[in-house]
Structure formats: C-alpha cells, structure tokens
C-alpha cells in the first residue's frame, strides 16, 4: 500500500514539475512597450521576452508586420507564439513599425532600421550579446527582416542620437514566404486604381524610382548573414519562385543559407507546417547565434 501511495505521489512531483517548466518557458520576464522612438506623435514600441532561467546570451528578433502593417497583440498573449525559442535561452523581441496606410515602406523600413540600432545600443543591459542579434518574419515580415540583413550599414555617426550611430546589422535572418524584388510591385505615387493585389498593399505606393532600394534581391553580397528562407509551394500570394532566385543569389555569393520547401502551404503556415517552419528557425538560430558564435 505504501509503495503504491510512493509511486502516486512520485507521477504527481514529475507532472508539478513538468507544469512548473512549462510555466517558466511561457512565462518569461516581460518588458512591455519600450518605446524606440516617436512619429507623429505616437511611440515607436517593442515588447522583450527573456527567459527566466538559462538565457543564452542571444536575442531574436520578430518583425510584426503582415502587409506592412504591425498589429499588436498584449504580451501575455503573445509570448506562446514564441515558446520554442524561450525554451533553448534566446530572448525575443517583438518590434512594430508605423504601418500602411498612413506610412508607406521607406518610412517603414527606417522605423525597423532605427529599432535595431536601439537594440543593439542597449542590448547589454538587458544581459545580450549586441553581436549575437537575429530576425526573423513572415511575408511583410520576411520581406523586411532581409532588408536588415543584407542592407545594414554602419550607423550615423552624426546622428543626434547616440543609438543611431550603431550599426543595424544582424547575425543571422530567418525569412518566410518574402517578397524579395519590389521593382515591378511598386506604382508610383497615386496611380490610377486597378491592380488588387497593389490596391491591397498601400504601403507600396511610392516612387517606382525608389523600387530597387527596397529589393532584397539587389542587395545580396558574400558579408550577408547566414539567411534560411521557407517557403510553401502551393502559395498564391508571394510566389515561391522568390526565394529561389534569392537562394540562389546567397550560394553564388557563398553566403551560408538553407531553403525549405513546405509541400501543399500556402501563404501562411499553419498546424504541423508551422510547427515545421518553427522548429528550423530554432534550429537555425542555434547554429549561428549559438554554436558557432557568429558575429557580424
């Protein structure tokens, strides 16, 4: 009877303590609104997730945007979005940028520009590596995590501010489905109405003159980031055909990169496609934030 109450309350201690680590892992220290900057008379923010236990020195970076508008979602309610990435001691930020259709992508592509300088600028006092950064996104997202990736520079060292004189160059670029050349997307300030997918994405309005300063595509050299894109083959929206020219950019210019390819994913990757998509970003982050201790 004893030994049988023993064996009850030992399954009890390994269910406790399973819940207690779950908890710790979607439970990280929070944050919350760390404002970056200003414009128009609204905050520039992001929300910082770092593990409780075991952080790695490393922080990952998540691009908010979908059609290059940011939503924002209560931290609480987040932070299971990025339990994998807690769980192996990376801390997470959440950076939004002033969205379409009130700023168009110049604008939005120095709003993320200017929250990596902050990043970078205070990263040590949050207990991270400046040089051990990555980013990643999806669609929007991955569109403009390889902006920061291959088109960094060095910072202003005139700036106003102490933060805008650091780089924005990162470590390592997760990139899912990405847009990846603008230059036959872009219309030109007011043009007449027409095309849906552009009357969809008001963000693309500007000048088409601008187009190839905002392609990734453009920018690919052999200093890149080491870059994983993943891309469904069925997606409508951003076609695959993206990141393969893109990857095949990065091998010619022997920047170290990986495709995946999800059979049958659209635009969007949902149950075991996103749990796949998830587990490569982990594992990609580890290898070159991690393990091999890249820096920029």
Known sequence: ??????????????????AA???????????PDVVYGHKDGMALTFDLFKPKTHPNGAAVIFIVSGGWVSRYTPPDEAVLRYQELLDKGFTVITLRHGGSPKYLLPEIVADVRRGVRFIRYHAKGWGIDPNRLGVYGGSAGGHLSLMIGLAADNGDPAARENFM?????????????????????VRGLNPPAG????DRYPALNFEKEKAADYSPIVFVTP?????LLIHGDQDLLVNIS?????????????????????????????GEDAKRAMAATVNWFEQTLVKNGNKP
């Open 165 to 185: 004189k650091e780089s924005d160059r990162v470590a390592a670029v997760v990139a899912y489905f990405a847009p990846v050349d603008l230059r036959m997307l």
């Open 223 to 227: 200093d890149d980031p080491p870059t």
């Open 242 to 270: 993206n990141s393969q020219i893109i990857f095949q950019a990065f091998k010619k210019n022997n920047v170290k990169t990986d495709f995946i390819t999800i059979p049958g994913a659209g635009h969007g990757f949902r």
């Open 21 to 31: 680590q779950v908890k710790s892992a979607t439970n990280p220290d929070v944050i």
């Open 195 to 198: 095309n849906p997918i552009l």
């Open 1 to 18: 009877m004893r030994k049988g109450i023993y064996s009850i309350l030992f399954v009890l201690f390994l269910a406790v303590s399973h």
